[in-house]
Every structure is written in C-alpha cells, then in structure tokens.
C-alpha cells in the first residue's frame, strides 16, 4: 500500500473543483484502509450500506446508528460533504416494517407512519451533516409496461409511498436535497419511465430536487449519447442530477471471466479512453450537475468483484489496488 506522504499526485477533487464534488462510497473498514486516499482525492462520502433502512433499524424499537455515526464522523473530522443513503428501496429493508405481530400483511396507514417515524428520526439525526439525501431508490421497473417495480411498498401502500416519502424527508429536514436514485438510467425505456415519475411528482408539487444517475456502468455501455439523452431529458426538468454510485467495469454484464488476476493492459487502456470520455461530457453539463460519486474508491475494493459474476476480480475505479493513479486518472489529467 502507498505512504501516507506518498500522495503527490494533483486531487481529483481539484480537477473538478470548478465543475462537481468527487465523492465515494465508504464503510467503517474502506474508512480505515482508504483514509489517505478518501482525503486526498475526495470531497464527499456515501455510507455504503451504513444507512440504508435494515441498517439503522432492525427492529421496531430498535436503532443502530453506530457505523452510520462513525461514517458522520469522518466526514466531519475532514470536511467531507456527506450524502444519505438510501429511506425507501425494496432490498435491504427489515420484514417487520411489512408486518403486523402475527407475520400479516400491516395496512398502508400503518406503513406510512412508520415510513414516517422512521424518515423523522433518521433524517432529523443527521440534518446538520447531510446535506442530501436518495429518498427513494429503484423504485421503477426495467422492463415492461409497468411504471413502477412490484415490491412491498407499492402492494401495501400504492403508489403515493414515493411522494410521502418525499415529503416526509422534507418535513424532517427544509434545508436538504432530495433525490430519487435509479440504475439503468440511461437506458432508454428506463429513462423514460424516470422522467415520467418525476414528472408526475413535480405536477404534484412533491418536493424532489434532484434525481440521482447510480451509473453502474462498463466500458461499452451505455452509449456516450445514452448518456447524454438522458442528462439533457432529468435536467429539462429543472432538477439537480448526481451521479451517485459510478463504477467502470472492466467486462459486460453477463461476461463470465473469472480467470484473470491482473487487469489486462488493453482494458485498462479502453478504461482510461472511456473515462476520460465520460468526465468530459459530464464537463459539458456542469451546470446542472452538482456531484460524481463513485461506488468506492479504489480496485482493492469493490462490489463487483462479487456481482453480478461471483469471483470475477473487476478493477472499475481510477485508482488501483495499491492506491495508485491508473491510467485513466492520468488520462483526465491531460484532459
Ligand atoms: C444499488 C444500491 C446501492 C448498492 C449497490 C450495490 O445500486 O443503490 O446501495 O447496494 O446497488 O452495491
């Protein structure tokens, strides 16, 4: 691993200073081995999976707020932006919220007070050290003609849970911006079911700020017009947009590679074109782009290396396993 002292490189951060924050995506142990690199490069954080709802409430009664606490603190202690991850998503959300004590499906009234109680404690914890919030997460559906996803949130409570989480984050904090966050978001089909969401919540005058672009991306898709379609579509809509959980994997989706323990120079190089390409269209748009986060910070770790291909390494990020500048931070460096 490098020297503390070793980091001589320019900041990514100030790179792009004139244009967005840099962020990345911590937990309590990526907070430890990466600390040099995160306060070098990076001018914000994302908790992982530190606030996410099975997190920070396991049980009715129960909070844990210890690693999300912990994350806060960091961010403090090195005057890192902090955005909050994530008050309403179909994964990571604890059963008993659904439930009554029988195992029961609970009724929409119920769902919407705790929904409610919940978004006041943990918004209200953090209001002087978040200053954005994913309200709602992958709420929409890939594929098909339905607008929104099944999950428990839309069979309980329809679909007003969005616009009530929204304005329940509102009430609990005035001053934060508040995003809806989704993946395939430039895909076409995808991009347009977002739109017509957020639409819909800005007819209704629900206060969402900003729409949250996870760009999980690879080096070949989506395309670079993909891309900027879908930044011009979110922004025609007078909101913010984020990137907030940016990888760049090396392989396609569904690529089976699991052999390879070294990058190959020859995607590391495609790696370093298609970054370079991505940060100068997102140039471009720095007008209604406020932040790029990455869903890391470094190849040492990331969630790739376990999905969507179990075992298959992936080196999606512009710092390698040592901590060191890849090509691509070279590249955007000439940019
Ligand atoms: C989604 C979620 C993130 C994270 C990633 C995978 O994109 O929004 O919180 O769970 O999946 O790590």
Do not use: C
């Not at 109680?117 to 200053?131: A, E, F, L, P």
């Not at 969507?308 to 396993?321: M, T």
């Amino acid at each position: 691993m490098r020297e503390p002292d070793s980091f001589g490189e320019p900041a990514l951060k100030a790179l792009f200073a004139g244009d967005f924050h840099i962020g990345a995506a911590v937990n309590p142990r990526t907070m430890k081995t990466q600390e040099q690199l995160l306060r070098h490069h990076f001018n914000s954080i994302t908790a992982e999976n530190e606030m996410k709802f099975e997190s920070l409430h396991p049980l009715e009664e129960v909070y844990r707020f210890g690693a999300a606490d912990e994350l806060v603190s960091f961010a403090r202690k090195h005057k890192l932006a902090m955005r909050g991850h994530t008050l309403v998503w179909h994964n990571q959300t604890s059963d008993w919220l659904f439930q009554d004590g029988h195992g029961a499906s609970v009724s929409k009234e119920v769902l919407l007070d705790r929904l409610k109680s919940h978004i006041n404690t943990v918004v209200g914890r953090y209001k002087n050290d978040i200053y954005a919030w994913d309200v709602v997460n992958e709420a929409v559906a890939d594929e098909g003609e339905a607008l929104l996803r099944r999950s428990k949130w839309l069979d309980i409570a329809g679909d007003g849970f969005i616009a009530k989480a929204f304005e329940f984050a509102h009430e609990a904090d005035p001053g934060a911006l508040l995003f809806y966050n989704d993946y395939n978001e430039s895909n076409p089909l995808k991009r347009d079911k977002i739109y017509t969401l957020l639409k819909s919540l800005l007819d209704q005058g629900v206060p969402v700020h900003g729409v949250g672009l996870q760009a999980h991306w690879n080096l070949y898709d989506p395309s670079l017009d993909e891309i900027r379609t879908a930044i011009e579509k979110y922004a025609s809509l007078g909101l913010t947009l984020q990137l907030t959980e940016l990888d760049m994997s090396l392989f396609r989706f569904d690529d089976r590679r699991t052999d390879l323990k070294e990058p190959p120079a020859e995607l590391l190089e495609l790696q370093a074109e298609r970054y370079a390409a991505v940060f100068k269209l997102l140039r471009e748009y720095k007008d209604v782009i406020s932040a790029v986060t990455f869903w890391g910070a470094a190849d040492d770790y990331t969630w790739l290396d376990h999905f969507p291909v179990h075992g298959r390494k992936n080196w999606p990020f512009l710092f390698d396993e040592q901590h060191r500048p890849k090509a691509a931070f070279d590249r955007l460096l000439q940019e």
